[in-house]
């Protein structure tokens, strides 16, 4: 499951076996890449030019540009929506200690070290767990304190991982 957000419009978007659901209706349409940033979308027996104007895949931002008109977009995924739901995505208005695994898992990359400045939204560190990749990113501006874990430990829910 997906949440959107356009511009200041929030949807739930879920991929299912027909296709695509948007807000629990399925949504019918056909997409062909005209180039890297161009697509035409054929929807309701309508077309539409498609372009993407930005990207920002690591804040999953974008700009679309549609029959000449501009949206903005914002995409958070389920593992983006738990830690939503746990509070993690508070940022600077609540002052943030540490970072703590928000489930078991197993570090494959460490993108921090002791000393470094990061900024809300930077990548922290990838947890493996289920075989997902997540990553796991600053919930506020800061500095890193210290690095509790290594690249290839183990780790249990709620297990300090990195203080600021």
Known sequence: ???????QSSYEVLPSEEGWQV????????????????????HNQKGYRAEIVKADHATKTFI??????KYSVNV???????????????????????????????????????????KAG???LILEAMKMENIIKSPGDGTVKTVK????????????????
């Open 1 to 7: 499951m997906f949440k959107t957000t356009v511009n």
């Open 23 to 42: 807000d629990g209706k399925p949504v019918q349409w056909d997409l062909v890449k005209v180039t890297d940033n161009y697509f035409h979308i054929i």
């Open 64 to 69: 679309l540009k549609i029959n000449g008109r």
């Open 76 to 118: 958070k995924d389920k593992f983006e929506l738990l830690l939503e739901k746990m509070g993690m995505n508070m940022g600077a208005a609540n002052k943030v200690n540490s970072i703590k695994a928000p489930m078991p898992g197993l570090i494959i990359d460490l993108k921090v070290k002791a000393g470094d400045e990061v």
């Open 122 to 124: 930077d990548q922290l």
């Open 149 to 164: 874990v290594e690249k290839g430990n183990s780790v249990e829910k709620g297990q300090v991982l990195i203080e600021f």
